[in-house]
């Protein structure tokens, strides 16, 4: 089973960018952790360079990524620009563009893309140390711009779908290759505590012709539609709802 480690940029002293009271490295670890959430909900194995507060540099988070046993390395960061709201939008760096890593990236930033974000591409940065000496694909995503009051608050009001998009994007880049995640897939539009809103979801999405139902998980209703062997097929259908305006989850039976 392929599996990644997830590295928080920044960390301890290193606040990296800061904007208004907002420090970088707070962003990344939330960002992180949010993210390494949503792909150990779906079967992927995964690990951190650091879960907490912590200072490590850049060659230390290097060597973590190397001697983890992960198969992709993915950096979490924020940009910054000279001037406060100069520039906006995401973009993911790599070593070189070539191969997964850059498959990967792309994956990422259309995902970004399609929560609102300016896509602003992918980027060769061979100078950078996490990308650099890590003997393993690695990307490094710049989520937004620390320095920009219209991407702080696209970052803060649509969380969950930017951490959704990039744990997508990495899942769409390693779920054909990965025979481990095979199984039984759904994608789920909402969770509701009363019987007559999940019903009232469900409604929408048949009507809207796709088939589905509705799941106690005590003490939660669950609509879930579709049923998939594959991740590949059931992330294809999340993008499918997300662009009808779904809030969506694929999950793993």
């Given at each position: 089973?392929?599996?990644?480690?997830?590295?928080?940029?920044?960390?301890?002293?290193?606040?990296?960018?800061?904007?208004?009271?907002?420090?970088?490295?707070?962003?990344?670890l939330r960002l992180t952790l949010a993210v390494g959430q949503i792909l150990e909900q779906n079967g992927v194995p995964v690990s951190?360079?650091?879960?907490?507060?912590?200072?490590?540099?850049?060659?230390?988070?290097?060597?973590?990524?190397?001697?983890?046993?992960?198969?992709?390395?993915?950096?979490?960061?924020?940009?910054?620009?000279?001037?406060?709201?100069?520039?906006?939008?995401?973009?993911?760096?790599?070593?070189?563009?070539?191969?997964?890593?850059?498959?990967?990236?792309?994956?990422?930033?259309?995902?970004?893309?399609?929560?609102?974000?300016?896509?602003?591409?992918?980027?060769?940065?061979?100078?950078?140390?996490?990308?650099?000496?890590?003997?393993?694909?690695?990307?490094?995503?710049?989520?937004?711009?620390?320095?920009?009051?219209?991407?702080?608050?696209?970052?803060?009001?649509?969380?969950?779908?930017?951490?959704?998009?990039?744990?997508?994007?990495?899942?769409?880049?390693?779920?054909?290759?990965?025979?481990?995640?095979?199984?039984?897939?759904?994608?789920?539009?909402?969770?509701?505590?009363?019987?007559?809103?999940?019903?009232?979801?469900?409604?929408?999405?048949?009507?809207?012709?796709?088939?589905?139902?509705?799941?106690?998980?005590?003490?939660?209703?669950?609509?879930?539609?579709?049923?998939?062997?594959?991740?590949?097929?059931?992330?294809?259908l999340e993008n499918e709802l997300k662009k009808k305006g779904y809030d969506t989850l694929v999950i793993k039976k």
């Amino acid at each position: 089973m392929a599996r990644v480690i997830l590295d928080a940029g920044h960390g301890g002293y290193d606040n990296g960018a800061q904007y208004d009271g907002r420090k970088e490295k707070d962003d990344n670890l939330r960002l992180t952790l949010a993210v390494g959430q949503i792909l150990e909900q779906n079967g992927v194995p995964v690990s951190y360079t650091r879960k907490s507060d912590i200072y490590q540099s850049p060659s230390e988070k290097a060597r973590l990524g190397n001697e983890s046993g992960a198969d992709y390395f993915i950096s979490f960061h924020r940009n910054a620009s000279p001037n406060a709201n100069e520039y906006q939008g995401v973009e993911t760096l790599v070593f070189d563009d070539n191969g997964i890593k850059a498959e990967m990236a792309r994956n990422v930033n259309v995902n970004l893309e399609q929560v609102g974000f300016r896509n602003i591409g992918v980027k060769e940065r061979p100078n950078l140390t996490v990308l650099k000496r890590t003997k393993i694909p690695a990307i490094l995503i710049e989520a937004g711009f620390l320095n920009s009051d219209q991407d702080n608050e696209r970052f803060d009001s649509k969380f969950e779908q930017i951490s959704q998009a990039i744990a997508d994007g990495i899942m769409e880049t390693i779920g054909s290759g990965n025979e481990a995640l095979q199984g039984i897939y759904r994608v789920q539009i909402g969770l509701y505590r009363n019987f007559s809103n999940a019903q009232y979801a469900l409604n929408r999405a048949v009507a809207d012709g796709y088939e589905g139902d509705i799941v106690y998980e005590d003490p939660y209703y669950a609509v879930q539609i579709g049923e998939y062997n594959t991740l590949d097929e059931a992330v294809r259908l999340e993008n499918e709802l997300k662009k009808k305006g779904y809030d969506t989850l694929v999950i793993k039976k």
